[in-house]
């Protein structure tokens, strides 16, 4: 009965012809996205690695110079963009690519791709993640609005419940049939995918376990879909009312839910403005060391300490530049203001995260957003991860630069010039970003939240199938 069921379910969607039209479309637009995908990957992969490169070797050949002007001269930290971002783009279009790196401040990440773009970039991108999260719900709800709507509308209802099956099994022929169209499409972008990025170099290592567990998660959130279509499509009589009410369902899932969930986050939790910002790091940074002023009171008690601690009367007689271990103290100083600061707007997006899990409950859609960005490393998560790497490594690089002044000449010898091979001591930059099992254990809040949605759904078609 079920594998009956299916196959004439099945072959009724084959012979209708605004089916066959739109799962061509499904599949031309995938293949489209992907390899529009693919190219901005490598373009961005090579773009990646010559700015790396090109970056280190000015620094390494800054020749004799002091440290201290190498510090304000500064280099950039370059983001990389791993290979699933191929998939899902997430936040990586408007988080900014390179973070300058400069003695006595932190900088945001700049040079985004959406700056860069026109006002045609607001109606959306051709990418994976928008066929996946948006096209493909719409094609469930095309292909399952009418399955049971249609037996009441020909009177073969009737006949149906005459032959003594169950209703059970006829229902899950009719789940199968939409199911197995919907696994196709999404494991054909998936597997062309996972083959064309195996083949790529790029500095990301490809994970094939990653895509997998993208894959079952995008699996879930259609499973869903379709147990909603088709619960709706059992309670209702016409089939027009069907697919104006799944319709509806996906716009208010696609669309409203996330763009509230958006608003409420930040209304109980707004972030500071960046005037607001700038000035609130400014006032903490004047009550504490600066490095550049020898006459203030917090330098003058700084070296007192520092008198005392070596046992000696006069800042000439320290075994070191007296000049370059106070910037070196301020520049800890600055660090502290900034850690405070970058911190509070950390913990505002930890909350707002909390909100948006909170509200996840309203719509699969939102679990499955944030998990799918979350397993492509284009999150927010990641990019804060990725600025707090950028930040540990201007530290310790400013700390290299100052630790070189003090200890190779004397108080007031500002005329001290480094070695020309100096420069190429300092390590380069790396970023690792959170492995699999480290992003699962963040975000299995979202799972949980997913798994909730299947069991609910499924337990509704169920009860609404004995009904029948």
Avoid at 52 to 81: C, I, L, M
Avoid at 203 to 219: A, E, H, K
Avoid at 448 to 465: E, N, Q, R
Wanted: aromatic fraction near 14%; charge should be neutral; charged fraction near 20%.
């Amino acid at each position: 009965m079920i594998a009956k069921t299916c196959i004439k379910e099945l072959k009724e969607l084959m012979r209708d012809g605004r089916i066959r039209t739109a799962f061509l479309i499904v599949i031309v637009l995938l293949g489209v996205a992907i390899w529009i995908s693919a190219r901005q990957y490598q373009s961005i992969n090579e773009q990646y690695q010559s700015a790396k490169t090109t970056e280190r070797s000015v620094w390494d050949d800054q020749g004799e110079k002091n440290p201290h002007s190498a510090a304000h001269y500064g280099t950039y930290a370059f983001k990389p963009k791993y290979p699933l971002s191929l998939l899902d783009q997430g936040v990586d279009k408007y988080a900014g690519s390179s973070i300058f790196l400069e003695a006595h401040k932190r900088n945001e990440a700049q040079f985004s791709v959406a700056a860069d773009q026109t006002g045609l970039a607001r109606f959306g991108d051709l990418t994976p993640d928008f066929i996946l999260l948006f096209i493909i719900p719409l094609f469930i709800i095309l292909l399952g609005y009418n399955s049971f709507t249609k037996e009441r509308e020909m009177g073969t209802l009737t006949l149906l419940k005459s032959l003594g099956a169950p209703s059970w099994k006829w229902a899950l022929g009719k789940w199968l049939a939409l199911f197995f169209p919907i696994l196709a499409i999404t494991a054909l972008l998936f597997f062309l995918a996972g083959i064309l990025l195996s083949n790529l170099q790029d500095f990301g290592v490809f994970n094939w376990t990653s895509l997998l567990m993208m894959f079952v998660v995008y699996i879930g959130y259609y499973v869903a879909f379709i147990n909603i279509v088709l619960f709706i499509s059992l309670k209702v009589k016409k089939s027009g009312i069907a697919l104006v009410l799944s319709l509806s369902i996906w716009i208010l899932a696609c669309l409203v839910a996330p763009k509230a969930a958006s608003n409420i986050a930040e209304a109980k939790h707004p972030y500071p403005t960046r005037q607001e910002f700038a000035a609130n790091v400014l006032k903490d940074k004047q009550e504490g060391l600066d490095g550049h002023d020898p006459w203030s009171k917090e330098s003058k008690l700084l070296e007192q300490k520092v008198l005392a601690e070596y046992g000696v009367d006069s800042i000439h007689k320290l075994p070191f530049n007296f000049d370059g271990y106070r910037m070196q103290k301020g520049e800890e100083h600055e660090a502290e203001v900034y850690l405070k600061h970058y911190n509070y707007l950390k913990e505002q997006f930890s909350e707002q995260s909390k909100v948006y899990k909170g509200l996840a409950m309203i719509s699969p859609y939102l679990p499955t957003r944030f998990m799918s960005m979350a397993i492509a490393q284009t999150d927010y998560n990641t990019h804060w991860d990725f600025a707090d790497a950028a930040e540990t490594y201007r530290i310790a690089t400013q700390k290299f630069l100052n630790d070189n002044f003090a200890q190779n000449s004397t108080y007031g010898e500002w005329s001290y010039r480094a070695d020309a091979d100096f420069w190429k001591q300092l390590p380069v930059f790396e970023y690792d970003p959170p492995e699999l099992k480290t992003i699962l254990a963040q975000n299995s809040s979202n799972l949980w939240i997913l798994a909730i949605w299947l069991a609910v759904s499924f337990s509704l078609l169920l009860l609404t199938t004995k009904n029948i």
